[in-house]
């Protein structure tokens, strides 16, 4: 495995340890490598029940994220009223849904040419 490669492996399991801390639910991960004309590599999906349990689990993978590997997100949005959050890794995207919008915007769905694994731990 290549350094980029572990670089991201690092990533992925930090944001999950970020979700897993707050109890974020149905947690997925798409592989996004095999899609033509994709930007990123990895979509992390999960959902939670309330908005203050999206924003908890966004500041979680924030904190989490910078302990354990010392980045930031590039980008970040939804912040203002935490119905779907997304956090911009650059090649990890991390999106953190009320369960209705997850349910309404149906990401896995659009996505679903993208290999999709569901991650252990999950409610």
């Known amino acids: 495995m290549s350094d980029n490669n572990q670089e991201t492996l690092l990533l992925i399991n930090s944001i999950l340890e970020g979700i897993y801390e707050k109890k974020g639910e149905n947690i997925v991960k798409l592989d996004m490598r095999s899609l033509e004309n994709s930007t990123f590599d990895y979509f992390i999906i999960c959902h939670a029940q309330a908005g203050t349990q999206v924003d908890s ?31 911009d890794y650059g090649n990890v995207i991390v999106h953190i849904f009320m369960e209705e919008y997850r ?21």
Do not use: Q
């Open 103 to 123: 349910d309404f915007y149906n990401l896995e769905g659009l996505w679903a040419d993208a290999e999709v694994e569901v991650m252990k731990g999950n409610n």
């Open 57 to 87: 689990i966004a500041e979680s993978v924030n904190v989490t994220v910078k302990r354990i590997t010392g980045e930031k997100p590039m980008h970040k949005e939804g912040l203002d009223n935490c119905f779907w959050v997304l956090l």
